[in-house]
């Protein structure tokens, strides 16, 4: 029986923590996002320590698209992270969280002038994603650290879709396309550097990091040589993977953390770089298997195929029909059956992509039987959506035997709050 954390059996029944998810189904209703405060303290210090044992120098940002709720954000900034943020809403979330402007960074891509005016006023450091937003920058002020987002020219995902550089991404400058920039910024009077780019997304092979890593620390060294400036930070953004698959190995942390150590610290002896700050952004790696999304089944639908028609539809959780991503599932009160019975897990949007899984082995499922979802702290609640007119689902904390609404449910009227006729209507 495959029960990835931060599930486990307690008392005969599958819990979180010490709350059963019989009981947060009873109290809370279905569907529901729950997360293990526990879980995404284990998984910061986990890493932190790694990194911290390998190069002392270091510093960690979360990034919030992952999960942008308040209570998840606190609990990692509590624990010493800084933030990073792509938008206005995340850099207004660092100010509601005391967040030290030092310690964000402002990386937006595409951006409009109020987004860029509202970046250099909240926040020290401002990472742009090309050299042709510097102009527009610049007319709301000169930032205390300028970086560009660089474009390694490869980049890996766990998924083909979801892959943050190389020849098809759109995002960062063509590493080719870096000196430039930075000549433009320095010619433009800026004094202080970073340099950043992002590995890649839920990556599970330390020795990818080591390889990515090399590469941006020698187009560092060659800008640093060729306009003698000083780089503060060298972020190599975020990638770090989690299981979602019951046959796939954690990511080794220490391996990854000293691999890219080793590497960081070699490059910035050749390139005389000095004690350059070596910065990372996880998201997933912190919050993803903290969270889970339980549903209850509602019907099952004997058609040309099976269907098990559940409460969680794509406007949930769309990384399945998005991605065609692969969340595992475990029946709750059912965990202890055997899974031989094949079934497709549906929602009740209009919608013929509204399948969560297809053809998954689970026990015999019947009305009202509870689905837990593993795998939902990133991405999950974060993309859900009010798509067919459906209201995004309650998000619960849990801390041993403690539970808490950190986000209400939405109601039928909070998806029209904002709607108004037409005068003429």
Known sequence: ????????????????????????????????????????????????????????????????????NPAIAKILTDEGAGMDVCNPAE???????????????????????????????HCDRINLD????????????KPKVLSFRINPGMGKGSVKTNVFAGPEAKFGIPIEKALAAYRIAKNAGIKRFGIHMMTGSCVLEPDYFEKI????????????????????????????????????????????????????????????????????????????????LIGTVQMMKESYQGFAGVDITINHLV???????????????????????????CGSICDSGDILAKVRPLPKLARGDLLVIFNAGAYGFAMSSQYNSRPRAREVLVNGSKSAIIREAETTEDLFTYCQPAPWL
């Not at 599930?7 to 529901?32: D, F, H, M, W």
């Not at 293990?36 to 210090?45: L, T």
């Not at 937006?108 to 006023?121: F, R, S």
């Not at 090309?130 to 002020?141: E, I, S, T, Y």
Request: overall charge positive; glycine content about 6%.
């Open 319 to 345: 990384r399945p029909k998005m991605y065609g991503a692969y969340h595992h599932m475990i029946v709750a009160n059912k965990f202890r059956q055997p899974t031989k019975y094949p079934i497709n897990i």
């Open 130 to 141: 090309d050299a042709v937003l510097l102009p527009r920058l610049l007319k709301f002020g």
């Open 213 to 292: 890593t090399g590469i941006l620390l020698d187009e560092a060294g060659h800008i640093a040589k060729k306009l003698a400036i000083q780089f503060e930070f060298i972020d190599i953004g975020g990638g770090f993977g989690i299981p979602y698959k019951p046959e796939e190995k954690p990511l080794d942390i220490e391996k990854t953390a000293r691999f890219i150590s080793n590497i960081f610290r070699e490059k910035c002896r050749q390139h005389k770089l000095g004690n350059v700050t070596l910065m990372v952004e996880p998201g997933r790696y912190f919050v993803g298997d903290s969270g889970v």
């Open 91 to 121: 850099i207004w979330l660092s100010r509601k969280l005391a967040v030290p402007k030092s310690k964000t960074l402002y990386t937006g891509n595409y951006c409009t002038d109020e987004e860029l005016a509202y970046g250099i006023q």
């Open 1 to 68: 029986m495959f029960l990835p954390p931060p599930i486990s059996v307690l008392r005969n029944k599958l819990a979180i923590e010490q709350c059963s998810v019989e009981s947060l189904a009873k109290r809370y209703g279905t569907p529901i996002y729950v997360y293990s405060e526990n879980r995404i303290r284990e998984n910061f210090r986990r890493l932190r320590d790694a990194f911290c044992r390998s190069y002392a120098n270091f510093e960690i940002l979360y990034a919030v698209k992952a999960n942008n």
